[in-house]
């Protein structure tokens, strides 16, 4: 069956398509339903169902033989070491990990908190909670204290796994510190904090409340899985939504398992043995599904890479980790190919590698700029795949499913939508739109295994986020099109989140800090764009009058406040103090057109405009501070 075959009855028959997909896992009991329509308005998936993901990404492949098979590479630029675990090592290493955590008290349902830099121990955490049922959630380490806190007091976990440090090219990030502060602010305390002492920078332990990672694991003893309802949470994973509150994203075990294992045969075309790598981090989505869980699950090879795309050592560092483990695909955000492209314009850095093996190249992340898929195109010779899909989604949305049937790829577009998803363009008022018309991106439900069945703790807030606006829908929250082949254009997004580096970040979040700062009145932060990074924050202050103090000082204390809060993911390095914001009769600030100013696009006049001088305010703020604005068509 091709592409459309498999499509067409995965809308038509899910219980039969996704019953048939789940025989490829183990499970300790069967399901009663395949879909339950009515357990949530998604759907629920396996219902009745137990299982263990942790057992199916490992215990089982150590059992059916391939206990000898390189499970994980971690390959680390920032030390210069190559580091390896078969499935019998990492088993062992994840059932010890349990037992040190059984032993601090976690069991089924509790929440750990993850809080690691690219090391193998992140993903060890990972799969001990999934062992023991405990419900992980990770943060990024590039996030500041208050997110972490935040986060912490959301989840409220029993125990937090941290390390001493992260490495970032010429600088030593103290985790510890962060995480102390944290815990300073949180209600929330939890019970232990695990922390691994990495070599390049130890952290201090407080004995009343911290444990030696390797001391723990060593006096554990392992421990087996613990069954699981296929519809317990796995994990919870935090996103930026329209505030500075971010999602609790939860992700169950059983239809995430069966999704994974789905999508990495007929979507990336892997085979087990193969080897797949994942440049992004444990901290995103994409680290969760295809750094840990889905090439585990699949019994393939995973490579955990610490480092960058370039300059660790430089621009050629992907080649040579695809020469060096025999990588088949390699994931990774377009922004990574800019940076690579900025560094080496011609490629040259690959003809030092044998890339004879590689076989496909998937982006995601953000929206793949057709000069960055042409330039990958045309250098790494193997089919580049730009596909679309979020936090929520856990899987691809759209893709080109290369293990089914490589359809013809066109620039600007993620291909079709993947089976199970169904995709469609509606209007503000939920109309459906001609093939081309730009609207709103949403998805039929019920939602194939692996999306979110709800946020954390907050049924209402998940209905209220995807459902109501569009009943009987989910609300990607993407604007976009689809074409009269079905392909599909992401386009923009409908709220204020922006996209930086592959990162997802709110704007509305970046504006509350901004808002505290003493001698702010009010302010915006827009998403400017950028050749590297796709978008920058572009941040911009009204003083409260009487002000007196040099603008220059106050951008700098901005810029460093959002860095604290939030932390250096921002990448927020502009705030610009203006003498006041363009806003509608209603008061609504005009950030779109704002952004448009700032990325040199023509833009119209709003009719609703309050006055429309500010805008040439605006303008010619822009203008001093080196923007290239545009001329007004309206
Ligand atoms: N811990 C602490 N700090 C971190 C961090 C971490 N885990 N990850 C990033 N940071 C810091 C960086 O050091 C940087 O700090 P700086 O402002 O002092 O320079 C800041 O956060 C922004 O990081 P990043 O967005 O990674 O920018 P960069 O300039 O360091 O690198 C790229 C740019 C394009 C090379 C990088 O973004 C990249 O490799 N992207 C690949 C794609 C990816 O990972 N996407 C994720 C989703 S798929
Ligand atoms: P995240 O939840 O961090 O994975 O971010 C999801 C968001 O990133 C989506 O809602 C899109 O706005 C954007 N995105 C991800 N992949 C793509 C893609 N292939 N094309 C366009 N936008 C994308």
């Known amino acids: 069956m091709g592409y459309q075959d498999n499509y067409n009855r995965a809308w038509a028959d899910p219980e039969g398509f996704w019953g048939e997909a789940a025989q490829a896992a183990d499970w300790f009991s069967p399901w009663t339903s395949v879909l339950d329509r009515e357990a949530s308005p998604g759907g629920r998936w396996f219902t009745g169902a137990t299982t263990n993901v942790c057992h199916n990404a490992l215990d089982r492949h150590v059992a059916a033989g391939r206990g000898d098979q390189v499970a994980l590479i971690y390959d680390s630029a ?44 992140a993903a060890m955490a990972m799969l001990a909670c999934a062992r023991l049922g405990a419900v992980h959630s990770v943060v990024f380490g590039g996030f500041a204290a208050t997110e972490l806190k935040t986060r912490i007091e959301d989840a409220q976990p029993k125990v937090i796994l941290s390390a001493s440090c992260g490495l970032e090219p ?66 919870i994973l935090y996103t930026s939504g329209t505030t500075g509150v971010p999602k609790g994203v939860v992700r169950d075990s059983g239809g995430y398992m069966v999704a994974l294992l789905w999508s990495l045969k007929n979507l990336y075309g892997l085979a087990p043995g193969e080897v797949m790598f994942t440049a992004s981090d444990v901290g995103w989505v994409v680290g969760h599904s295809y750094i840990v869980y889905g090439p585990l699950l699949y019994g393939a090879t995973t490579v955990l890479y610490e480092g960058k795309p370039v300059g660790t050592p430089d621009a050629g560092a992907f080649w040579r980790i695809i020469q060096q483990h025999s990588v088949k695909i390699l994931f990774t955000a377009p922004t990574a190919f800019r940076a690579i492209k900025r560094d080496d314009p011609t490629g040259a850095l690959m003809a030092d590698y044998d890339l004879s093996g590689f076989r496909a190249l998937f982006l995601a992340g953000e929206r793949c700029d057709p000069d960055t898929l042409h330039w990958a195109q045309d250098r790494v010779k193997v089919p580049v795949v730009d596909h679309w899909w979020q936090t929520e989604t856990g899987w691809p949305v759209a893709a080109n499913c290369l293990g089914l049937e ?33 609207g709103v991106l949403a998805i039929k439900l019920p939602l194939p295994p692996g999306a979110l069945p709800t946020l954390w703790e907050n049924d209402a807030g998940f209905r209220k986020s995807y459902l109501v606006d569009y009943p009987g ?162």
């Open 406 to 438: 490589a359809l013809p790829i066109k620039s600007g577009s993620p291909t079709k939508a993947v089976p199970g998803w169904k995709v469609e363009v509606l209007s503000a008022e939920g109309q459906p739109m001609a093939a081309g018309e730009i």
């Open 78 to 121: 920032m030390t210069g070491t190559v580091e390896t675990f078969t499935y019998a090592a990492l088993t062992e290493q994840v059932a010890k990990l349990a037992g040190a955590l059984a032993a601090l008290g976690v069991g089924q349902g509790d929440r750990v908190l993850v809080y690691m830099p690219m090391i193998p121990e």
């Open 170 to 235: 010429g600088r030593v990030i103290a985790y510890k510190p962060l995480l102390d502060a944290a815990l300073a602010m949180s209600v929330h305390k939890p019970a232990r904090c695990v922390i691994v002492q990495r070599p390049q920078l130890e952290a201090a332990l407080d004995p009343a409340r911290d444990d030696d990672w390797a001391t723990a694991v060593a006096t554990a003893a392992p421990v087996p899985c613990v069954p699981v309802e296929a519809t317990d949470p796995l994990y």
């Open 473 to 634: 829908y989910y609300k990607t929250g993407d604007a976009g099109f689809i074409d009269e082949d079905g392909y599909i254009f992401v386009m923009s997004r409908i709220d204020d989140i922006i996209n930086v580096a592959g990162h997802r970040l709110s704007t509305g979040g970046m504006e509350e800090v901004l808002a505290g700062h003493p001698d702010v009145a009010e302010c915006a932060v827009i998403g400017v764009a950028d050749d590297l990074k796709g978008q920058v924050p572009l941040g911009l202050l009204v003083l409260k009058s009487g002000v007196t103090r040099p603008a220059s000082e106050i951008e700098k204390e901005a810029v460093a406040l959002v860095r604290d809060k939030i932390g250096p993911v921002a990448a927020f390095k502009t705030a610009l103090v203006v003498s006041r914001l363009p806003k509608t009769r209603s008061g609504k600030i005009l950030r779109g057109t704002m952004q448009k100013i700032a990325d040199s696009q023509d833009y119209k006049v709003p009719a609703t405009i309050d006055d429309p001088t500010s805008l040439e305010d605006i303008t010619e703020r822009l203008r001093l501070a080196g923007y290239a604005v545009p001329g007004e068509t309206g």
